[in-house]
C-alpha cells in the first residue's frame, strides 16, 4: 500500500484517488490499515487455502483454515457494508480511490471461487459494481489471467448459505 501512496503523491494523480484534503484521507488511510488484517487476509487466505494449496500445490483441503476464514471474512464484509460504504458510493467517499482498488483485488479472488459478495450486502454489491464500471477495461484486462486459471480449476466455495 505505502508504494501505491507514494506514487500517486510522487505522479500528481487527480485528487480522488489519495485527496490532499485531510478527512477524506483519512477516509481512506483507516480502510488501508485495516485491510491487511481482514479482507486481504480472509478474502485472499481463503482463495488461497481453496485453490493454491488443493488445486496448484495438490495439498489436502484444510478445512480448520478454510472455515476460520469465512468465518473471519463474513465479519470484514459486515464491517465493509456497514462502516466503509456506509452513507458514500466508494470507500473513501464519493469518488474511486485507491482504497477501492485494493479493495477491490481482493474481492475479485473470491468472485472467481462463486462467492458473491452482495448476495446479502446490497451497499458492497453496489460498490463492487461502480468500481468495475469506473476502472472498465483496465478491471477487466487485470482480471483474465485470475478468471482463466480459476476456471480450470472450477472451484466454487459455498459460502454464508
Not at 34 to 46: E, I
Not at 77 to 103: M, P, Q, R, T, Y
Not at 112 to 127: A, L, M, Q, S
Amino acid at each position: 500500500v505505502a508504494i501505491i501512496q507514494y506514487l500517486t503523491q510522487k505522479f500528481s494523480t487527480p485528487d480522488h484517488w489519495y485527496p490532499r484534503d485531510t478527512v477524506r484521507r483519512a477516509k481512506i488511510d483507516e480502510f488501508l490499515s485495516w485491510h491487511h488484517t481482514n479482507t486481504r487476509l480472509n478474502a485472499g487466505g481463503l482463495f488461497f487455502q481453496a485453490v493454491v494449496v488443493t488445486k496448484i500445490r495438490n495439498q489436502p483441503r484444510d478445512e480448520a483454515a478454510i472455515k476460520e476464514r469465512k468465518e473471519k471474512l463474513t465479519i470484514a464484509l459486515n464491517l465493509l457494508e456497514n462502516h466503509f460504504l456506509k452513507d458514500c458510493d466508494f470507500i473513501g467517499g464519493n469518488e474511486i480511490s485507491i482504497a477501492d482498488i485494493v479493495a477491490i483485488v481482493e474481492i475479485a479472488q473470491i468472485q472467481h471461487i462463486g462467492i458473491d459478495v452482495g448476495k446479502k450486502r446490497p451497499n458492497t454489491g453496489k460498490w463492487r459494481d461502480r468500481v468495475v464500471a469506473k476502472l472498465g477495461s483496465s478491471y477487466t484486462s487485470s482480471n483474465e489471467l485470475l478468471a482463466t486459471a480459476t476456471a480450470k480449476f472450477n472451484v466454487i466455495e459455498p459460502f454464508e448459505e
